[in-house]
């Protein structure tokens, strides 16, 4: 007779004789008990590598040695952040079985690697543990082998002007350090090292270099040098007790003599957008250190080049010019339609003061004429064929305006006494002007707001109003409050060309920030103001320049203390520029300037 523990006896035979049955028909892990099988075995492991317990993990393998190290190895040669492991799938049968898994490792640089492999796991003893191999890490990696994280470099970007031709490439250049506590003698180094590198920089003086160097403290950089200028000095410097060279990455200049000063603000403005983004691989390392192949690899991806408007061939012609004159000398030339700055030229004279072509403002004399006429023709108080009185000398207010020399016109067309440079024809027309009407002209043309050109730092002019009578009159003729600088006549005649003021430009692509308002021009006015620039040139105060093409101009002499800058402004095609030569005198001599930058340009421009 059976009671119901024989039931049940037989219930639990009956359900173990079926678990047995389907073990011998079914995957490894559908006959494991679950916490016991060899997935999840391989899942603890797993975990315990990507916690970064290589000693746990290689305790759950049967060579744990060998795992450690290459637990470790992997950990350190791939410089992981974190890991992220999962078992998968897995088959087999008996006491041997494969899992499936995938490692997502996160490297440096917010770069990851994903693959999968698979790993062999066998029981003993009743618990499943990892067979170690290499594949356990990688289903690539031999077991004498490990992993390596490398960073590939791109190449950097280089600058290009115009026409397509290198100003700024990547290169090495030397930082010369002095170090006065290493040196027996200071003032004796001092002074070797002066005389080394007087070639690069005239003004480096033993005393400064002392004086500098002892209160640092430490090593002083006295200045970088290209690597070709360093391989002619590097025998000297390295004999100089205190000296030290460094070596650095660095955009280096084609041409020392293209446009130093702007190239530099080039470089300042790009540098940091140079370098691209790096590529990465991780390759097989053999026990000899060799590398035996790759196991993932992103390619770098290199910056683009960047491109200046300047174009290489007026800034020859127009740095040319202006290094002949032994004042202080520049010119800028931008091209009307685009506003892009096609050159910025100015001499050695020039340098000591700074970006002066760009930045430095000075009173603009008769050039000025151009927005006072202007400002006539807008309001309706005269235009080109209106008669106006051109006497030696006017008086307005207590101000006593003569004319250059006293010369006398009589009464006649506004064209003729803009083409004379008459200034008590523009003196009288400024006085009978309201408080901001030059102001406003000023803005139509460019002189008045702000500009953030990226790489060239820019300031136009200053126009402010004048409601004082003699001080209206003064700025009518370039001669009162009114400053400008050769950058902001240069897009004023820029202005005359295109019909409206353009925005200048020097990076391509970088857009430049305007801050003011620059109200249209009537396109009368433009026409009038063309007109009248054209008689400048054939049969006024420029026509030594009248063998260059159409040019059209403006001449000006603006007296300071001192003497008087001579100013000459204008354009020719899809060329505007402005020429000044600082207490260069007659305006002549700025037409001379301008007239040898067009001798050097090719027949086409």
Known sequence: MTGPVDDVSRGVRRALALAVAVCAAAT???CSPGADGPTAAAQRFLDAVAAGDTAGAAALSDRPDDARGALDSAWSSLQAETLVATAGESRGSGDTATVEYTYE???PKDRVWTYTGEMRMARSGGDWQVRWSATDLHPRLGD???????????PRARVNERSGSDVLVPGIVHRIRFDASAADDVVASARALTDALRPFEPDLTVQGLVESATGTGGDYLVMRLR???????????????????????DLVSTDRAFAPDLVDQVKKAVVDEVDGTAGWSVVTVNRNGADVGVLTETPPEPAPSFSISLDRRVQIAAQAAVDARVEQAMTVVVQPSTGDVLAVAQNEAADRDGPVATTGLYPPGSTFKMITAAAAMESGLAGPDSPVPCPGSIVIGERSVPNYNGFSLGTVPMATAFARSCNTTFAKLASEMAADDLTRAAAQFGIGPEYDV???PVSAGSVPPAPDLVQRTEDGFGQGRVLVSPMGMAMAAATVAHGSAPTPRLLVGAETAVAGERPPVDPETIEGLRAMMRLVVTSGTADRIADQGEVYGKTGEAEVEGGSH??????RGDLAFATLVVRGGSSDNAVAVTRQMFDGLPPDY
Do not use: K
């Not at 004498?144 to 791109?154: G, V």
């Open 454 to 456: 990226v790489g060239v």
């Open 566 to 571: 001579a100013w000459f402004v204008g354009y």
């Open 105 to 107: 490792w996160h490297l």
């Open 227 to 249: 690597d070709d200028d360093y391989a002619t000095v590097e025998g000297v410097l390295a004999a100089i007790p205190g000296v030290s060279v460094g070596d650095e990455a």
């Open 144 to 154: 004498t082998q490990r992993m390596e994280l490398r960073a590939t470099t791109p």
């Open 28 to 30: 490894v892990t559908a």
